[in-house]
């Protein structure tokens, strides 16, 4: 009984230090302390990652987005409010584990009615053969689904961008020869003109802002930091932020602008 109350005692006092560290560092914006606080919540990162794991993406991929989430949800975190911070941080992880799973998931763009419905053919996979004790053919689907076959099959041929083939996947050209890698049959677009354009736009753009809009600019873009927290940093309200982040915006758009039509 006293190790039970012993115990309760510790993850009380262990639940005020992590809320007077959320407060510090609510006031403060300590990157130290902002570090302490990420790696002593890493494990909600663990259990939400792990849900989208086999599902296309690799593991190492959504623990790195699900990171980030966290990140997000420290730097965004009001603890005044009241609420428990895992109420807060969940919902915020699982919209980056969404949203980097339905823009990354599927190679090509597809449309959405026919994601949701390969979502349904799988499930139908795993349905059918238990309803009629056999392998089910694309009419069962179809027939099951309510769907004509020829969407079914479009949409389980469309389904193959989501799981592209391996670039280190083997061919063989002609029988007898060596097989080769699949990347490099592929030809591959040289990245240092992409690099190259974007600095140049990157360097005309910020040439047209002043001396605030730079460091607002420096404080968004490069450090990731919110608009509430610029503006407490820089003592201007946040709808002087928003304004002059838009300004910047478009700056850049009409430098990119000038940069597509020579």
Excluded: C
């Excluded at 007077?20 to 790696?39: A, S, V, W």
């Excluded at 309200?237 to 009409?254: A, G, P």
């Amino acid at each position: 009984m006293t190790d039970k109350k012993d115990k309760d005692k510790t993850e009380q006092e262990h639940k005020e230090e992590i809320k007077r560290k959320f407060e510090e560092f609510y006031q403060t914006r300590d990157k130290d302390l902002r570090d302490e606080l990420i790696e002593e919540h890493m494990y909600i990162v663990d259990i939400l990652s792990n849900k989208y794991v086999g599902k296309g993406i690799e593991k190492d991929d959504l623990y790195q987005v699900a990171s980030l989430g966290l990140i997000y949800a420290i730097d965004r975190y009001d603890p005044t409010k009241g609420y428990e911070f895992s109420s807060f941080a969940t919902p915020t992880i699982m919209g980056e584990l969404k949203r980097y799973f339905r823009d990354k998931g599927w190679v090509i763009r597809v449309p959405r009615r026919i994601q949701n419905l390969y979502k349904k053919i799988n499930s139908a996979k795993k349905t059918l053969p238990q309803e009629l004790q056999r392998t089910p053919t694309v009419k069962d689907i179809a027939d099951y689904l309510g769907e004509d076959e020829e969407t079914i099959l479009e949409t389980m041929e469309a389904s193959k961008v989501y799981s592209p083939q391996s670039l280190d996947m083997k061919y063989q050209v002609q029988k007898g020869e060596n097989s080769i890698d699949l990347a490099e049959m592929i030809g591959e677009e040289d990245r240092n003109f992409d690099s190259v354009e974007l600095s140049d736009l990157i360097e005309k753009s910020t040439a047209r802002l002043n001396d605030l809009e730079k460091e607002i600019l420096e404080l968004r873009y490069y450090e990731g930091r919110t608009q509430i927290d610029i503006a407490s940093t820089l003592d201007i309200s946040q709808m002087t932020v928003s304004r002059i982040e838009k300004k910047i915006l478009q700056k850049f758009t009409l430098e990119l602008e000038k940069m597509e039509e020579v």
